[in-house]
């Protein structure tokens, strides 16, 4: 069943390594991964791990993830992308181990720019949504899987051809964690509110 529904998905910088079984896939990422650009200061890190599927229409995405990060900085959430300089992420991160916050990144013409919603404590779960309307992206969290917050409105330059739109994970800091994808009952689909859940594991 989760073969069925990923087949179509591809990566953006291959993981440290990748598995797919019957009931989801597991991902380890690698060290010194990052989504961060700034022209003036001439950084370009590009190379976190990115599982997207190629968009055209208007759509809505649901990610859950089921994790444990410990390292500073280390990032799986949800993601979409018009190109290198033009994309748009979102993922629980820790600044430190006391500060913990659902944090949003919007790079526009090669600019990241950064935002943070602070929270108590995380759960296990945290659900996030990204919804498309046209060029504009509303992005959503939950702690529960029910009331989801608004935290983020973007708007992207058009993109000249489809949008990529899918999960991702990265370890700017720290060693590399492995992730596990749990399939759902019903298929990972854009088109309503399914998600697929993922499991992170500090090595």
Not at 47 to 63: A, C, Q, R, S, W
Not at 103 to 126: L, M, R, Y
Not at 131 to 144: P, T
Request: hydrophobic share 35%; charged share 20%.
């Amino acid at each position: 069943m989760i073969l069925a529904q990923l087949q179509n998905f591809q990566w953006l910088n291959d993981p440290e390594n990748v598995t797919f079984t019957a009931l989801g896939m597991r991902t380890e990422s690698k060290q010194g991964t990052d989504f961060w650009q700034n022209e003036a200061a001439n950084v370009h890190k590009d190379n976190g791990h990115f599982f997207y599927l190629p968009k055209t229409e208007n759509f809505v995405l649901d990610i859950c993830w089921d994790c444990n990060i410990e390292g500073n900085f280390d990032q799986c959430g949800i993601m979409v992308r018009i190109d290198e300089k033009n994309w748009l992420k979102a993922s629980v991160m820790f600044e430190d181990e006391s500060s913990p916050s659902v944090a949003t990144c919007a790079t526009i013409n090669g600019f990241s720019d950064w935002a943070i919603h602070k929270v108590e404590q995380i759960p296990e779960k945290v659900y996030y949504q990204i919804k498309r309307l046209h060029d504009d992206y509303i992005v959503y969290f939950s702690l529960d899987g029910e009331c989801f917050e608004q935290i983020r409105l973007v708007h992207l330059s058009a993109a000249a051809g489809p949008v990529l739109a899918g999960a991702y994970i990265c370890s700017p800091r720290n060693d590399n964690f492995s992730a596990k994808a749990q399939a759902q009952p019903a298929p990972y689909n854009f088109s309503d509110n399914k998600y697929m859940c993922h499991q992170c594991e500090s090595d």
